[in-house]
């Protein structure tokens, strides 16, 4: 079955700490996004990759990285210059940018900074 | 950027009812869809709507593309306690790449 995969589902990270999260996905999408979802802020985007070696900042991009080597994958960094990374992260693919049957979303990584 | 803007922010039913939610903006979007989300989880695809007046059903769900083409709206017909989670509203304009999504409302039903 096709579809896309976050990992881990929970992660806990200590303060001044880097951390990765994977995205994986088998639907041959071209583009994929990274959002963060706090409590009744909706979902913000952070990164996107509209092709392979490709990727553009979102609107809250400050204090994380990300990379698009494979059309499969397209990890989110979270870097200690994060200064509140506690959320839930979203990570989606579409077929191609300005995707009109919309994105695909995975289920989602919650990252709690200890 | 572009603003959608959802309402209510939040909603206490019980179930059986009928409900309603909008999504507003000051800008013209080619494209709406609903997607819900299920706690901890990723939101889902609910419904596309691509035309002016367009009125689309799924199932208990009926969602219009506002005429204006600045809003759209999401009805659910007679409530179930799995309907309970977040829907969000999202909009594609003809000069954007990336979609924008509203801020969401909050479905609760009552036991």
């Known amino acids: 079955d096709g579809g896309i995969t976050q990992s881990p589902k929970y992660l806990f990270r200590k303060e001044g700490q880097n951390v990765t999260l994977s995205c994986e996905q088998n639907l041959n999408h071209d583009a994929m996004y990274w959002y963060r979802q706090d409590p009744g802020q909706g979902l913000r985007l952070i990164y996107y990759s509209q092709i392979v070696n490709d990727f553009q900042k979102g609107d809250i991009a400050e204090g994380y990285s990300v990379s698009r080597e494979k059309k499969e994958s397209f990890p989110l960094t979270v870097t200690s210059a994060q200064k509140n990374p506690t959320a839930f992260y979203l990570c989606a693919s579409s077929l191609h940018h300005r995707e009109t049957g919309g994105y695909t979303f995975g289920s989602g990584t919650r990252l709690t900074v200890v | 950027g572009q603003q959608l803007n959802q309402s209510p922010q939040s909603m206490f039913i019980q179930e059986g009812e009928d409900v309603s939610m909008n999504c507003t903006s000051s800008?013209?979007?080619?494209?709406w869809l609903w997607y819900k989300q299920d706690p901890g989880e990723g939101p889902v695809l609910l419904i596309a709507?691509?035309?002016?007046?367009e009125l689309t059903s799924n199932g208990r769900l009926t969602a219009q593309f506002g005429i204006t083409r600045k809003d759209s709206f999401l009805n659910i017909s007679a409530s179930i306690p799995s309907d309970v989670g977040i829907y969000f509203c999202?909009?594609?304009?003809?000069?954007?790449?990336?979609?924008?999504f509203g801020k969401g409302t909050r479905l609760h039903i009552l036991p």
């Open positions: 709507l691509y035309k002016a007046g």
């Open positions: 999202a909009g594609l304009m003809n000069r954007d790449d990336k979609i924008i």
């Open positions: 800008s013209i979007f080619n494209t």
